[in-house]
């Protein structure tokens, strides 16, 4: 499987926001989000090829209960499923974070999926190869309904503007009943103003329709720096 990072930290985002956690960032995906704060595991991949057993002794360095998959997109590997597997054998609670456009049978305590939306394609001039992969790609409800069927889940939207507000909508219906506390939304951008920005007008939109204001919190702590 191959690992861009394994790094120690606090989750900054989603229903354990302020959990300490040891993150194991995936090093590939198979979309390119022109917004993608970690560029090393996608436009740029980096990182190499590590076992199971390598991955499982990097995670045990740390004394901490909670470990979170992420990308990239960790889908995309199949040594996945044993990876969990071994991290609850054990005792670590295990989040997998995932743009729900792929499917594995994993066993997980909490399945973190992530729709994109139309505003998050790149530009069709700049990335033409990308632009039209992206947008064939970002939207699997058919998978999104397996995860979230078999799993405690939430389902965290990144809206850059106000016009993506019935997208979301959309792919909610399109799902069918799901707990909308369950349902975070969160700002795009990469400094607090932006969030500051855009928070305006997308956690009064939570509030009304029930949903979960999704804040970055590790740019309020960290800034948009890697391996935070």
Request: with cysteine; aromatic share 8%; net charge negative.
């Amino acid at each position: 499987m191959r690992i861009a990072e394994v790094y120690k930290s606090i989750q900054g985002e989603g229903l354990l926001t302020g959990t300490p956690s040891v993150f194991v960032r995936a090093s590939g995906c198979n979309l390119r989000c022109w917004f993608c704060d970690t560029p090393h595991a996608s436009w740029a991949p980096e990182g190499r090829d590590l076992s199971v057993d390598e991955i499982v002794a990097q995670v045990e360095e740390w004394d901490c209960r909670h470990v979170v998959l992420t990308g990239g997109e960790p889908m995309l590997f199949a040594e996945l499923i044993p990876l969990c597997e071994r991290l609850r054998r054990i005792r670590r609670h295990v989040t997998i974070e995932t743009a729900g456009t792929l499917f594995l049978p994993v066993t997980c305590n909490l399945i973190s999926v992530s729709p994109k939306l139309s505003g998050s394609t790149p530009d069709p001039e700049r990335h033409a190869h990308w632009a039209r992969r992206h947008e064939r790609s970002r939207l699997r409800t058919d998978i999104v309904r397996r995860l979230v069927a078999r799993h405690v889940y939430q389902l965290k939207f990144v809206v850059d503007v106000p016009d993506e507000l019935p997208e979301v909508e959309e792919f909610l219906n399109d799902i069918g009943e799901v707990d909308p506390e369950r349902v975070l939304l969160m700002p795009q951008g990469v400094t607090p103003a932006e969030l500051d920005q855009r928070a305006a007008w997308l956690k009064p939109y939570c509030e009304k329709q029930g949903y979960t204001y999704c804040p970055r919190k590790q740019i309020e702590w960290f800034g948009a720096t890697r391996g935070t």
